[in-house]
């Protein structure tokens, strides 16, 4: 085991979504707990969500001018070549001035200049998967990395098998026990405390059809006497909360973006949601009945993948995203009107919990510090 008092210097890079960056955050912060001496750097992509929302957890970042390579032919990917090459230079520089023990990779482009650096001088990385299928930037910098931290079996098809870790995915903190934050969730939300609570998540940045579902549900949402809790994210934020005002609904509450996503999950009684990673995983320290719409816009479909591991295990139901604007309010029915499924969900969601992910990450990292 390292010295617990030597100042260590450790960079974290990746992001794009908060499926990168919540996950990155909670290892810094598990960093930081046992190590307070320590420096942080985060490696983020200029104008992406990882440049507000880590200051915002109290930590510095950079950020590279790296941009993603369309999948379609676009003006843009011409350029990708010179901004993947400004940011190889700016990543090398960074590195020069901070001088880390060790690289973290979290996924998402922006890690791959930082890392492919660190790795030709020697660093030492540690690449945290969150999903069943590897990202493109993580089996990339796999031949190099010293150590991957998993949250998914079958993860030797894209790394080595002799270096993968089942840590699970790091979560924050905050949602580790929620049992005493009821009623200060109901009363943060202004939520009556006599009619069920519906959460409803579209992932970081929000989700298309299942804003449709709800849509097309909300007044048979309230008629049923159910109040909604909606995050719609920041794209269709305005459209759906202008709808919800002129429908005169008074239970349906329409939110951007949701900070306080402990107490979010404390007021549920149940929730709909984008099966990503960090959702999957967090909804399993939670331990509530979950209606999974998977998005069917990501590479090899994984959020199926992640859905199908909690309905294989009867620990969650799936709602086909092409079947959820008709389907949906049939799904929930199903699932309200059948207090021991809920039970059974909420029970078995929670066996597939690793709430010890961050420390044991932290462990690999000083390992390989070591
Ligand atoms: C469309 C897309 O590319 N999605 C990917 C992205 O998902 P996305 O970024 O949506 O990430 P996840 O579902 O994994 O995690 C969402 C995170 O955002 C937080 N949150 C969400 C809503 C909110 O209002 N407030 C809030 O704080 C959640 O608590 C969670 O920590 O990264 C994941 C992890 O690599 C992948 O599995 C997803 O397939």
Request: proline share 4%.
């Given at each position: 085991m390292i010295k617990e008092k030597n100042t260590y210097r450790i960079m974290i890079s990746g992001g794009g979504t908060g499926g990168h960056i919540y996950p990155a955050i909670a290892i810094a912060h598990a960093w930081m707990e046992k190590h307070p001496e320590s420096e942080i750097l985060f490696v983020g992509a200029e104008g992406k969500m990882e440049m507000q929302k880590v200051p915002e957890a109290g930590y510095a970042i950079e950020g590279l001018p790296v941009a993603g390579l369309q999948r379609r032919l676009t003006l843009e990917n011409l350029s990708f070549p010179f901004k993947l090459w400004d940011s190889i230079n700016k990543a090398r520089k960074l590195i020069k001035r901070f001088q880390p023990h060790a690289v973290v990779g979290v996924g998402g482009y922006a890690s791959g200049p930082l890392l492919y650096v660190a790795q030709r001088k020697a660093i030492p990385t540690l690449i945290q998967e969150q999903n069943s299928y590897a990202g493109l930037t993580n089996k990339l910098l796999a031949k190099k990395a010293k150590a991957f931290c998993v949250a998914y079996d079958g993860m030797e098809k894209f790394f080595p098998e002799n270096r993968?870790?089942?840590?699970?995915n790091p979560v924050r903190?905050?949602?580790?026990?929620?049992?005493?934050k009821k009623e200060a969730a109901l009363k943060h939300f202004g939520l009556d405390d006599d009619k069920p609570v519906i959460l409803v998540l579209g992932g970081s940045l929000g989700a298309r059809t299942i804003n449709q579902a709800v849509l097309a549900s909300m007044e048979y949402f309230e008629e049923k006497g159910y109040q909604l809790l909606w995050q719609t994210g920041r794209f269709y934020f305005e459209e759906m909360a202008d709808k919800v005002e002129n429908s005169g609904l008074k239970f349906i509450q329409a939110l951007e973006f949701i900070k306080e996503m402990d107490l979010a999950y404390a007021a549920a009684d149940m929730v709909i949601s984008r099966a990503g990673a960090l959702s999957v995983s967090e909804l399993s320290l939670v331990g509530k009945p979950v209606i999974f719409v998977p998005s069917p816009n990501v590479a090899e479909d994984h959020q199926t993948k992640n859905a199908m591991a909690c309905v294989n295990q009867e620990a969650a139901l799936m709602l086909k995203d092409s079947e959820a604007v008709e389907g949906l309010a049939k799904k929930v029915d199903e699932l309200m009107s059948d207090t021991d499924l809920q039970d059974r969900l909420g029970k078995n969601i929670k066996k597939?919990?690793?709430?010890n992910a961050a420390r044991e990450i932290v462990e690999e990292l000083e390992a390989l510090i070591k």
């Amino acid at each position: 085991m390292i010295k617990e008092k030597n100042t260590y210097r450790i960079m974290i890079s990746g992001g794009g979504t908060g499926g990168h960056i919540y996950p990155a955050i909670a290892i810094a912060h598990a960093w930081m707990e046992k190590h307070p001496e320590s420096e942080i750097l985060f490696v983020g992509a200029e104008g992406k969500m990882e440049m507000q929302k880590v200051p915002e957890a109290g930590y510095a970042i950079e950020g590279l001018p790296v941009a993603g390579l369309q999948r379609r032919l676009t003006l843009e990917n011409l350029s990708f070549p010179f901004k993947l090459w400004d940011s190889i230079n700016k990543a090398r520089k960074l590195i020069k001035r901070f001088q880390p023990h060790a690289v973290v990779g979290v996924g998402g482009y922006a890690s791959g200049p930082l890392l492919y650096v660190a790795q030709r001088k020697a660093i030492p990385t540690l690449i945290q998967e969150q999903n069943s299928y590897a990202g493109l930037t993580n089996k990339l910098l796999a031949k190099k990395a010293k150590a991957f931290c998993v949250a998914y079996d079958g993860m030797e098809k894209f790394f080595p098998e002799n270096r993968i870790h089942f840590t699970g995915n790091p979560v924050r903190k905050d949602i580790l026990n929620l049992s005493d934050k009821k009623e200060a969730a109901l009363k943060h939300f202004g939520l009556d405390d006599d009619k069920p609570v519906i959460l409803v998540l579209g992932g970081s940045l929000g989700a298309r059809t299942i804003n449709q579902a709800v849509l097309a549900s909300m007044e048979y949402f309230e008629e049923k006497g159910y109040q909604l809790l909606w995050q719609t994210g920041r794209f269709y934020f305005e459209e759906m909360a202008d709808k919800v005002e002129n429908s005169g609904l008074k239970f349906i509450q329409a939110l951007e973006f949701i900070k306080e996503m402990d107490l979010a999950y404390a007021a549920a009684d149940m929730v709909i949601s984008r099966a990503g990673a960090l959702s999957v995983s967090e909804l399993s320290l939670v331990g509530k009945p979950v209606i999974f719409v998977p998005s069917p816009n990501v590479a090899e479909d994984h959020q199926t993948k992640n859905a199908m591991a909690c309905v294989n295990q009867e620990a969650a139901l799936m709602l086909k995203d092409s079947e959820a604007v008709e389907g949906l309010a049939k799904k929930v029915d199903e699932l309200m009107s059948d207090t021991d499924l809920q039970d059974r969900l909420g029970k078995n969601i929670k066996k597939m919990g690793k709430p010890n992910a961050a420390r044991e990450i932290v462990e690999e990292l000083e390992a390989l510090i070591k």
